[in-house]
């Protein structure tokens, strides 16, 4: 099955869940958490972005990320093959050490920002952990409390939503922790958007959103498009995937992978494949294509 594109605008918030390889741990101890906190500082100032809330488990990481101008993949895969680099030194070994590609959904912050707050930082509440977060280390919400600086943690916006009041914003952030530890959010990670897994938002805030127009994935297969436009083409499908270069294949070739990207059918990579062409190869064409106007 195709993996959808990532949603990117600037200033967008996303809730990022980045796991161990099989569910391995990835700290040793208390140091290997302090060179995480390390490279996400430098990473935050690399890329102009903010963390607002994270917690990191033994062998998974949350965070709430808001993002500048750069693509949130570029910034958790600098993250992630920083450290990865200082574990595979530490302990001499190689491998992969997280899940080859991260969670991430785009929130609703009018909708979903305070309650992924909370879910978040009682992570490790809902694990057994610990009973009280305020006893997590590893965690932004002692920094909320005002009981620790972090000073690469954004914590001003979240506060803001309780009170203009520093200190009367905390001991509200502190009640909203303490008189929700019941499990409402403990199917938060699994609520996204029903009609896009990526978004974790009501239906108004897609209908909001003006980076990509919003288009529910097809539940149409590569091969039955295929059929489809070789059909209305009144070609066979083996042609479409042929070598012949012929000017009317070319053009049936481009249609049918635009189809499949407008429709989220596939991505790019899969697209080739499935022609058995080149990525970049099929990337130049229809960028030829669109300069045309053929395609908006």
């Not at 998974?60 to 450290?83: K, N, T």
Request: hydrophobic share 40%; net charge positive.
């Amino acid at each position: 099955m195709a993996r959808p594109p990532r949603l990117h605008f600037s200033g967008a918030c996303y809730h990022v869940v980045l796991r161990g390889n099989h569910q391995e741990p990835l700290f040793g101890t208390a140091a290997d958490r302090r060179v995480l906190n390390d490279i996400v500082a430098e990473a935050l100032a690399l890329f102009d972005c903010r963390i607002h809330a994270f917690c990191w488990m033994t062998n998974h990481l949350h965070a709430l990320i808001q993002v500048a101008d750069r693509p949130l993949g570029r910034i958790v895969q600098s993250i992630a093959v920083r450290y990865s680099r200082y574990r595979h030194k530490l302990l001499d070994t190689s491998g992969h050490l997280f899940e080859r590609r991260h969670k991430a959904r785009l929130v609703d912050v009018d909708t979903y920002f305070l309650t992924l707050l909370r879910y978040i930082h009682l992570n490790p509440v809902k694990a057994k952990v610990i009973n009280d977060p305020a006893d997590y280390q590893w965690s932004s919400h002692r920094a909320y409390l005002g009981a620790e600086c972090i000073p690469w943690l954004t914590t001003e916006f979240g506060l803001s939503l309780f009170s203009r009041n520093l200190m009367q914003a905390r001991a509200a952030y502190a009640t909203f922790i303490h008189e929700s530890r019941d499990g409402d959010d403990e199917d938060l990670e699994n609520d996204s958007h029903p009609d896009d897994c990526r978004i974790l938002g009501t239906d108004e805030f897609i209908a909001r959103l003006q980076v990509i127009p919003y288009t529910p994935r097809s539940p149409m297969t590569l091969d039955e498009l295929a059929e489809s436009v070789c059909t209305q083409n009144k070609i066979e499908c083996g042609i479409l995937r042929s070598p012949v270069r012929a000017r009317r294949l070319t053009s049936i070739r481009v249609d049918f992978s635009m189809q499949a990207i407008q429709l989220r059918i596939a991505t790019l990579s899969e697209i080739a494949r499935f022609l058995n062409r080149d990525p970049s190869s099929i990337a130049k064409l229809m960028a030829r294509h669109k300069a045309k106007g053929k395609y908006e």
